[in-house]
């Protein structure tokens, strides 16, 4: 079953705006990461964020993390048309009764960035 | 470094066939895994292998078997395709610490394979 549920499901902007994507999940989490996924492509990562964190930056990308509401924002400043993929929010939780950790993946937001 | 490469890129196949998708990484990655992504879906697990020598099952994998042939190649087999297994298929890579979960996945290009 999916665990991250991005919002909104598509997302059409400017040039040189903010874009903002939404993920919410269940479970308590490890870490969580943000992919983008460009047409007809395999996915890129792009940030992870631990459950200890609460904010990260790279670049034009910054991803907060609120443990307590369980949910998470990407913030894409300055978009650009190159930004125009499907983004993707993955958690990695434990395993139930394995030991272990899953990454498991959204549906995705799909981004349109209008030159 | 090729990363991770996925042959074929387009398959067709007729209900009742079989074939093997192949997956190869360059990355001296542990851990592989195979997802379908389907319209409106996201990306499921169907398997994966933790290391050399192991595999488990993810959330969707009937109808399928893997085979983790060395640290490099994970393949994907469909003995009797079925139109629902129309989909395209992503393998992927990481690197996995004992304790550390981080698990940054490295995707291949995708398989497009329709079962008529």
């Known amino acids: 079953s999916q665990q991250g549920e991005e919002d909104p499901q598509a997302l059409s902007i400017q040039e040189g705006e903010n874009a903002t994507m939404n993920c919410s999940y269940k479970t308590s989490i490890n870490n969580l990461q943000w992919y983008r996924q460009n047409s007809g492509r395999g996915l890129v990562h792009l940030i992870l964020?631990?459950?200890?964190?609460r904010e990260k930056h790279s670049g034009r990308l910054r991803v907060t993390l609120d443990t307590s509401k369980k949910s998470s924002s990407l913030l894409i400043t300055a978009s650009r048309a190159a930004d125009t993929a499907s983004y993707f929010c993955?958690?990695?939780?434990?395993?139930?009764?394995?030991?272990?950790?899953?990454?498991?993946f959204g549906k995705g937001t799909k981004l349109s960035v209008i030159p | 470094n090729a990363g991770v490469t996925q042959t074929p890129k387009f398959q067709v196949l007729k209900t009742g066939q079989s074939m093997t998708l192949q997956c190869a990484q360059d990355m001296n990655h542990n851990s592989m895994y195979w997802y379908r992504q389907d319209p409106g879906m996201g990306l499921r697990l169907i398997y994966y292998?933790?290391?050399?020598?192991?595999?488990d099952k993810g959330e969707v994998p009937n109808g399928y078997n893997v085979s983790r042939l060395n640290k490099r190649e994970f393949s994907l087999r469909l003995e009797s395709a079925a139109p629902s297994q129309t989909s395209v298929y992503f393998c992927?890579?990481?690197?996995?610490?004992?304790?550390?979960?981080?698990?940054?996945?490295?995707f291949g290009p995708g398989t497009r394979l329709t079962v008529t």
């Open positions: 992927a890579s990481s690197f996995i610490l004992a304790g550390d979960y981080s698990d940054e996945q490295y």
């Open positions: 993955a958690t990695v939780a434990a395993r139930s009764g394995a030991g272990s950790y899953q990454l498991t």
């Open positions: 964020i631990r459950s200890n964190e």
């Open positions: 292998s933790a290391s050399e020598g192991t595999t």
